[in-house]
């Protein structure tokens, strides 16, 4: 069976039709905005703390994190009080960073859940928000075992956080992004994406004023195409709806972590469906674009054995490093992102 898999993807991979390489014509019209802010603040991600708050949110404690079980109750717990630790404000109310999901919306048999939200406010347009996701639950527990997930969705989680320490040591320093960042940790995605689907139907910011998603799933780990190259991410969807996008976190990247992006999980057959299968399927749906970071499935996928001790720490940083300068230059950037025309 995975001879047959492997053997499938190589011939998809071989066959299909990469992204055309950017023109220079078209990267010189993208100017980056202040590149040195972006380092110094960039610089301020670590590996260690991604492995700190790792090591913490894929905890036994924590229970696999199911939705609706005690688990993902202090999961969410863990996230609003990080928030409140670190003076970033909720959007909802001031006492809380919930956004309470009822049993009715979700499947039979679980429980009433929860979103957590926390935002920065944009200085110059606070109406448009910039939306950085990552699911917060996971497959919970059996019998015999805990279904860890740092890596799903551990990782993706821990990076969010760091990147809110970023813009509000920023912000601390007086230098506030111009549009809003609402930093959106989603409940119930194992079992449907029902946290992000809730979220688009109750949103909290005016979809309309949205003007993109970074989605943040598996981010910790290394494929088994890339084990002679661990220096990858996999990007989905980003030109999708606003090709302006897609040149966006190609130029920041070449200019900052320098990672190889790969694209064949973008392709529009690729049998995966990758791009129906996470947060940011939901956003893409309201017509807003979207970039769905992931490292793709690996020998622990869904497994117990996805713990945080396997977890390539240096690698996550430079993903999440990629993820804060594409997130800064969006919500800084004069114009708002430019959709295709052909959408
Ligand atoms: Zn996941």
Redesign the pocket.
């Known amino acids: 069976m995975k001879i047959y898999l492997l053997l499938l993807a190589l011939i998809t991979f071989g066959s299909c039709k990469k992204i055309k390489n950017i023109t220079t014509n078209q990267q010189e019209q993208i100017h980056l905005v202040d590149s040195s802010l972006v380092a110094k603040y960039s610089a301020s991600i670590t590996a260690s703390s991604l492995k700190e708050n790792l090591y913490l949110f894929a905890s036994p404690a924590f229970a696999g994190r199911a939705t609706g079980e005690e688990g993902q109750k202090k999961a969410v717990r863990f996230l609003a009080n990080f928030y409140k630790s670190q003076g970033i404000a909720s959007p909802i109310a001031d006492t809380s960073y919930f956004q309470h999901i009822p049993k009715t919306f979700l499947p039979e048999n679980i429980q009433a859940s929860e979103n957590v939200l926390a935002y920065i406010k944009g200085s110059e347009k606070p109406e448009e928000v910039l939306i950085i996701s990552g699911?917060l639950d996971h497959l919970g527990l059996n019998e015999k075992d805990i279904f860890f997930g740092a890596d799903?969705?551990g990782s993706g989680t821990v990076a969010i956080l760091e990147i809110a320490k970023a813009f509000k040591a920023a912000q601390d320093q007086g230098i506030s992004p111009k549009r809003s960042i609402l930093f959106l940790h989603l409940t119930a995605?194992?079992i449907g994406l029902q946290g992000s689907l809730y979220y688009t139907k109750n949103p909290i910011f005016k979809l309309e004023n949205t003007i993109a998603n970074l989605n943040i799933?598996?981010i910790g780990r290394v494929d088994p195409l890339h084990k002679e190259n661990p220096n990858y991410i996999y990007i989905i969807g980003a030109d999708r709806l606003s090709k302006e996008l897609h040149y966006i976190n190609e130029k920041v990247n070449k200019n900052s972590t320098n990672l190889l992006l790969e694209y064949k999980y973008n392709e529009k057959e690729d049998s995966n469906r990758y791009y129906y299968r996470?947060d940011h399927y939901n956003f893409a749906k309201q017509n807003i674009p979207v970039i769905f970071y992931f490292n793709g499935e690996h020998e622990d996928y869904h497994k117990p054995t996805d713990t945080p001790d396997k977890i390539n720490y240096t690698l996550l940083k430079k993903r999440t490093q990629l993820i804060f300068g594409t997130a800064w230059q969006l919500a800084n950037q004069e114009n708002r992102l430019i959709l295709n025309k052909d959408n």
């Open positions: 699911h799903d969705n995605e194992e799933d598996m996470s």
